[in-house]
């Protein structure tokens, strides 16, 4: 079912190439495709496990746009969202706007320049299908200004956020007593200067070293071998089109803060 309000719920590929897209992502995940048959939608798609939506793929909203997965997060008034994030220091990149009869939708910047999205559900709920293999799992702001997110995300979603200590910090923002995302802070040599502060989107799978090895089979490229954390043991991969995304192998001893 889709995640309430104030919850990541939704993740979709804007690329250069929709057919390629499906192809790679069909083959990786194992996911089925169905393309929306309006001509106003241009071949949008949603990609489908077990006859759930689980993501979806369409042409960059402007030309020369790379190609991105973007984050949405769930809300009941995307004009009423959107007053908040500018209130809180943000930027609006797509006002709200309505989707045929699917949905309104709008696309934002936060004051760090890490992008996101809502989407307020009409005919089409978003995700469907969360919490098992091959599906969305989580998202991860990925910042050199953690301060920025703290004080951001909690006025415009109402998040709380607890800090976990030690030799992996990490912070994890909640909805209630649920956690919601995470944001990890950018420090060291691992981290190239020029990468931008960025939402990173997860996919669950059931092991990630093949997923990788997979990736590459497919005509995409690991820029982060399998290593293991405390969440699983995870990779950070690029499809051939160039979108970056991570996959995950959970660990089921962990607990979120």
């Given amino acids: 079912m889709a995640n309430p309000s104030g919850m990541p719920s939704w993740i979709d590929l804007q690329t250069t190439d929709v057919e390629a897209a499906r192809h790679f992502y069909s083959r990786l995940f194992g996911w089925t495709?169905?393309?929306?048959?309006?001509?106003?939608?241009?071949?949008?798609?949603?990609?489908?496990?077990?006859?759930?939506?689980?993501?979806?793929?369409?042409?960059?909203?402007?030309?020369?746009?790379?190609?991105?997965?973007?984050?949405?997060?769930?809300?009941?008034?995307?004009?009423?969202?959107t007053v908040k994030v500018e209130q809180a220091g943000g930027t609006v990149l797509v006002p709200p706007m309505d989707v045929l009869d699917y949905g309104r939708m709008a696309v934002f910047v936060d004051p760090s320049?890490?992008?996101?999205?809502?989407?307020?559900?009409?005919?089409?709920?978003?995700?469907?299908?969360?919490?098992?293999?091959?599906?969305?799992?989580?998202?991860?702001?990925?910042?050199?200004?953690?301060?920025?997110?703290?004080?951001?995300?909690?006025?415009?979603?109402?998040?709380?956020?607890?800090?976990?200590?030690?030799?992996?910090?990490?912070?994890?923002?909640?909805?209630?007593?649920?956690?919601?995302?995470?944001?990890?802070?950018?420090?060291?040599?691992?981290?190239?200067?020029?990468?931008?502060?960025?939402?990173?989107?997860?996919?669950?799978?059931?092991g990630c070293d093949a997923t990788a090895a997979r990736v590459k089979e497919l005509g995409g490229t690991v820029t982060v071998e399998p290593s293991d954390t405390p969440f699983g043991r995870f990779a950070i991969v690029h499809d051939p089109q160039g979108a970056y995304f991570s996959v995950i192998q959970m660990n089921p001893d962990f607990q979120p803060s």
């Fill in 33 to 81: 495709t169905q393309v929306s048959p309006e001509p106003e939608a241009m071949g949008y798609t949603l990609f489908l496990q077990d006859g759930k939506q689980v993501a979806g793929v369409g042409p960059a909203m402007a030309p020369g746009t790379p190609p991105v997965w973007t984050m949405y997060v769930a809300t009941d008034d995307a004009d009423a969202t």
């Fill in 113 to 206: 320049g890490a992008a996101f999205a809502v989407w307020q559900a009409g005919k089409n709920p978003g995700g469907e299908l969360f919490g098992v293999d091959n599906t969305y799992c989580w998202s991860e702001l990925t910042t050199r200004e953690p301060k920025v997110g703290k004080d951001f995300y909690p006025k415009v979603f109402g998040w709380t956020f607890t800090e976990r200590e030690g030799p992996n910090p990490y912070t994890t923002f909640q909805l209630g007593d649920g956690p919601a995302a995470g944001m990890m802070v950018m420090e060291g040599e691992q981290w190239p200067p020029d990468l931008p502060n960025h939402w990173m989107n997860y996919i669950q799978v059931a």
